[in-house]
């Protein structure tokens, strides 16, 4: 497991204001190239090849006393050429925003949201962090062409309003061969114009991720602890759809929501048949859901029928559908197939229980916050 | 224990729901003593019993109960806590109704009248075989042709229909070849569909379907004895030519292409198991267990008095069971007319089935161009009309266009009188998302296109069926197959 964060390097640099940077390890790069990028060394030796770069990062420290030199802390080890990261001297902070070798990679573009989920993994913050999306404009723009898929996710990402669709718009003209995934809880797209705002952007492969918690407005209101967001929500799902958008519906497993889930995959088969995707996903032990974890957590094996139910009307249906986040050995053999690796690679991990099951290397594993708590009934598949 | 203090619990955001609800439209049906089925516009539907009825509709059902929220989350009642259930519904009921608006999918082409069958309920009261005046010609085939192609449906299907169609094969030729040009600039979704008894199912036919992809649809009224009986040939080998004519469909065209129906005679309802025996004998993977219809020879010879509706709606129910019973042994078998109930039940959509709409599919689902140039609302009519009674004729080839012939005060008044949600015992019908109207039927045997429907076989037929498919859907064994029948 990797930290995509760490403050503890130490940096000196004649900036206080944080830096986007690209790494490289070419130290012959032209220097017209070497604006934005960070001279990535093992140590540092020869002052004068570092000309041009707008940073050294040194894996291993030495006491000379160089000017915007990085030496990184053992937990950002792992960079390597094409990563980018925010540079953040004089808190000695670097912030790792995109890894070439990631499975995933999101952009945290702010920690504010309009809803309030009781099983949120990423707390919402009401904080001013508008600097975020400006510097992940900048970081896009530092891309390689050619990455698969970039994912946009927070807080609530459209509460940026023209700063979302900057964003989206730079990616689009960035790098025009690579899919966007947003998290977004949809309830903006309640007005027209912002559907179609997104539809205006023209990107050929957009999807929304956007969760649907029950069939029935109160408990998804309760959920996600905002009245009318229910309301919103179907409003901006029919909004998105109107304008031919791509929208995939996520739906959160746990005690407040696998009751009504056979009545849910009906009412989405009923109303929302036109949607492209829905991913019905095991929880992660981390954020809200630690504050709530005797109100949320049920064993998976408990919920089963209800999802296997849930999974075969979807089915009728004709709805593409996929399960994250649960492991097979928990799954009926029916439905391995449409069980993914959902897990980002740098918190994903597997038990020692795992190490002789025979479905391993097709098992989407861990969160690593599953330290916390896990299905009693983990057993290795022979 | 809850959850912690920053956060509100369910019932506080359950609170708006003690104000009560509203209900939006449904109606109900009672099919058993203590059960009730409530159905709404969009042919989602509740499954009650008396008491849990009476307090929904009397507006006291309360949150806490077991139905509150299914029935919130199917659009039966709503309350203050959400105003979404209105778009939602006008959404699905846009779907349910969409076919209506893609306007006649299906053309019939009587190509000839001409048959070596004399079956005792056929329908149409064929011709002898060698009097080509019952063919179509070429001029009125062409002028079909464009017709249909004024239809503006998406995807438009031409069955070729008789008598024997196979028997005026040239035309079948010209026709397809007429509508393949024509299809070059209209890009259709364009299907063709033999109805055949399959004696004159030669290389030269098979090559040709094979090349177009056209489908083939059969009679096969079950084993030996029976078919021969219900349709008899000179030879007395009918039997054995619709056998060798489906392998040979299903071994150069493959298994997909051929379907076969079933008439049923008072002789068929003894004989069930081995009537679809028949079918899974010769691989065949569709059933349509059909009643005789009261047209043509069917009445001269008397066939259709000889079972009233509950003998025809028992052996349904038995036929159905064991089809059933076949698919869950592992054998998958569809029974048609149930697969177009089940997918109006448990799907958003229609399928489009002539008999089972309201306003009625006559003209605008389907239409049939006679051998004559004669246009019909429907088969039934044109069948109405072999029996000297024009009343469904929409007018000729030769002599009206499309919009004189598709706004026809004719059609134009039956379509409007076959609105089931406005005729009298249909309107309050806790059935009728599921089931329809049938305008030529009730003309047919009443002499009213509305017709009364406590004397009419169309609605006891299917209020009989569709009572008895909720009854399988409540059993989830049966339930499971059903599922796999939808279409």
Same mark, same amino acid.
């Given at each position: 497991m990797i930290k995509l964060h760490s403050n503890k390097n130490i940096i000196t640099s004649s900036s206080d204001a944080p830096l986007i940077l690209k790494i490289t390890k070419k130290y012959d790069l032209p220097k017209i190239l070497r604006s934005k990028r960070a001279l990535l060394v093992d140590s540092v030796t020869d002052i004068n090849a570092y000309d041009g770069f707008d940073m050294v990062i040194s894996r291993n420290k030495l006491d000379s006393k160089v000017h915007n030199v990085a030496y990184l802390?053992?937990?950002?080890?792992?960079?390597?050429?094409?990563?980018?990261?925010?540079?953040?001297?004089?808190?000695?902070?670097?912030?790792?925003?995109?890894?070439?070798?990631?499975?995933?990679?999101?952009?945290?573009?702010?920690?504010?949201?309009?809803?309030?989920?009781?099983?949120?993994?990423?707390?919402?913050?009401?904080?001013?962090?508008?600097?975020?999306?400006?510097?992940?404009?900048?970081?896009?723009?530092?891309?390689?062409?050619?990455?698969?898929?970039?994912?946009?996710?927070?807080?609530e990402p459209t509460l940026l309003g023209d700063r979302f669709f900057a964003l989206l718009q730079a990616i689009k003209s960035n790098l025009p061969t690579t899919s966007i995934h947003v998290l977004t809880n949809g309830r903006t797209f309640a007005d027209p114009l912002l559907a179609k705002q997104i539809s205006e952007i023209d990107h050929y492969d957009l999807m929304l991720g956007i969760p649907l918690y029950s069939d029935v407005s109160h408990i998804h209101d309760f959920v996600v602890q905002a009245d009318g967001a229910f309301d919103e929500t179907i409003r901006g799902i029919l909004n998105l759809k109107r304008h031919s958008q791509k929208v995939e519906i996520r739906v959160v497993l746990h005690k407040q929501t696998y009751d009504r889930l056979p009545q849910?995959?009906?009412?989405?088969?009923?109303?929302?048949?036109?949607?492209?995707?829905?991913?019905?996903?095991?929880?992660?032990?981390?954020?809200?859901?630690?504050?709530?974890?005797?109100?949320?957590?049920?064993?998976?094996?408990?919920?089963?029928?209800?999802?296997?139910?849930?999974?075969?009307?979807?089915?009728? =249906?004709?709805?593409?559908?996929?399960?994250y986040n649960l492991q097979r050995c928990l799954l009926p053999r029916h439905l391995w197939g449409i069980a993914v690796k959902s897990i980002s690679d740098w918190k994903n991990k597997y038990y020692e229980e795992c190490d002789n099951c025979a479905e391993k290397h097709n098992c989407g594993g861990f969160f690593a916050s599953s330290d916390i708590k896990r299905s009693d009934n983990i057993a290795a598949i022979k | 224990m809850g959850l912690s203090n920053k956060f509100k619990d369910l019932e506080s955001y359950s609170e708006v729901l003690s104000d009560g609800y509203q209900l939006l439209p449904f109606a109900f049906h009672k099919i058993s003593p203590d059960k009730y089925?409530?159905?709404?516009?969009?042919?989602? /539907?509740?499954?009650?019993?008396?008491?849990?009825?009476?307090?929904?509709?009397?507006?006291?059902?309360?949150?806490?109960?077991?139905? /509150?929220?299914? @029935?919130?989350?199917?659009? =039966?009642?709503?309350?203050?806590?959400?105003?979404?259930?209105?778009?939602?519904?006008?959404?699905? /009921?846009?779907?349910?109704?969409?076919?209506?608006?893609?306007?006649?999918?299906?053309?019939?082409?009587?190509?000839?009248?001409?048959?070596?069958?004399?079956?005792?309920?056929?329908?149409?009261?064929?011709?002898?075989?060698?009097?080509?005046?019952?063919?179509?010609?070429?001029?009125?085939?062409?002028?079909?042709? @464009?017709? @249909?192609?004024?239809?503006?449906?998406?995807?438009?299907?031409?069955?070729?229909?008789?008598?024997?169609?196979?028997?005026?094969?040239?035309?079948?030729? =010209?026709?397809?070849?007429?509508?393949?040009?024509?299809?070059?600039k209209e890009n259709r979704v364009l299907q063709f569909v033999i109805t055949s008894n399959l004696t004159f199912?030669?290389?030269?036919?098979?090559?040709?379907?094979?090349?177009?992809?056209?489908? +083939?649809?059969?009679?096969?009224?079950?084993?030996?004895?029976?078919?021969?009986?219900?349709?008899?040939?000179?030879?007395?080998?009918?039997?054995?030519?619709?056998?060798?004519?489906?392998?040979?469909?299903q071994s150069e065209l493959g298994k997909d292409r051929i379907a076969a129906l079933m008439t049923t005679t008072s002789e068929s309802l003894s004989n069930l198991e081995g009537i679809v025996d028949e079918y899974v004998q010769n691989d065949l993977h569709a059933i349509f267990l059909r009643p005789l219809s009261p047209y043509g020879f069917a009445i001269k010879t008397k066939q259709v008095e000889k079972y009233n509706v509950d003998k025809w709606s028992n052996f349904f129910k038995q036929g159905l069971e064991y089809i059933i019973k076949l698919n869950r042994a592992g054998y998958f078998l569809r029974e048609q007319y149930t697969? +177009?109930?089940?997918?109006?039940?448990?799907?958003?959509?229609?399928?489009? /089935?002539?008999?089972?709409?309201?306003?009625?599919?006559?003209?605008?689902? @389907?239409?049939?161009?006679?051998?004559?140039?004669?246009?019909?609302?429907s088969d039934e009519a044109r069948m109405l009309k072999e029996m000297g009674d024009e009343k469904f004729k929409l007018g000729n080839v030769h002599t009206d266009d499309y919009i004189e012939l598709f706004s026809s005060d004719i059609l134009l008044d039956t379509l409007e009188e076959s609105i089931a949600e406005s005729a009298p015992m249909c309107s309050d019908c806790g059935l009728i998302t599921y089931c329809g109207s049938d305008p030529v039927y009730h003309y047919a045997t009443q002499g009213d296109v509305v017709g009364k429907k406590p004397l009419s076989f169309y609605c006891k037929k299917n209020t009989s069926i569709i009572e008895h498919i909720f009854e399988l859907l409540e059993d989830p064994g049966s339930r499971k197959v059903l599922e796999s029948w939808v279409l």
């Open positions: 802390s053992d937990d950002l080890n792992y960079l390597d050429e094409g990563d980018i990261v925010r540079v953040t001297p004089n808190s000695s902070d670097i912030r790792v925003l995109y890894r070439v070798n990631a499975s995933a990679n999101f952009l945290f573009v702010t920690e504010r949201c309009n809803s309030f989920c009781i099983m949120c993994s990423q707390p919402p913050r009401d904080v001013n962090d508008g600097h975020l999306v400006e510097e992940l404009i900048e970081a896009v723009s530092l891309i390689d062409i050619g990455e698969r898929e970039l994912g946009i996710t927070g807080g849910l995959a009906e009412f989405i088969g009923r109303n929302l048949q036109f949607v492209d995707h829905v991913a019905l996903m095991g929880l992660e032990i981390t954020g809200f859901t630690r504050a709530n974890l005797e109100e949320l957590w049920i064993d998976p094996l408990e919920y089963m029928d209800k999802l296997s139910e849930a999974v075969e009307i979807l089915a009728r =249906f004709k709805i593409h559908t996929s399960i | 089925i409530a159905t709404n516009i969009v042919g989602e /539907y509740l499954t009650v019993s008396r008491d849990t009825l009476k307090l929904l509709v009397n507006g006291t059902l309360l949150p806490s109960h077991p139905i /509150y929220n299914d @029935a919130k989350s199917k659009h =039966f009642i709503m309350d203050r806590d959400s105003d979404t259930a209105l778009d939602l519904l006008a959404l699905k /009921y846009r779907t349910k109704q969409h076919p209506i608006s893609e306007f006649t999918g299906l053309h019939i082409f009587v190509v000839s009248l001409r048959c070596d069958y004399t079956c005792k309920y056929c329908q149409v009261s064929r011709k002898m075989e060698d009097v080509d005046k019952f063919d179509m010609s070429e001029e009125t085939a062409r002028k079909a042709v @464009a017709l @249909a192609f004024e239809s503006p449906s998406k995807s438009i299907k031409i069955e070729f229909q008789g008598g024997e169609p196979l028997l005026n094969f040239p035309i079948i030729k =010209f026709i397809v070849s007429e509508s393949l040009t024509l299809n070059i199912l030669s290389e030269e036919v098979l090559a040709f379907c094979k090349l177009h992809n056209i489908y +083939i649809s059969t009679s096969l009224d079950g084993p030996e004895s029976i078919h021969n009986k219900n349709r008899p040939r000179p030879n007395k080998d009918g039997y054995q030519k619709t056998i060798d004519g489906i392998r040979a469909v697969s +177009i109930i089940l997918t109006k039940i448990l799907t958003p959509t229609d399928p489009k /089935y002539v008999d089972l709409q309201s306003p009625s599919g006559i003209g605008i689902s @389907a239409v049939v161009y006679n051998y004559d140039g004669d246009v019909y609302a």
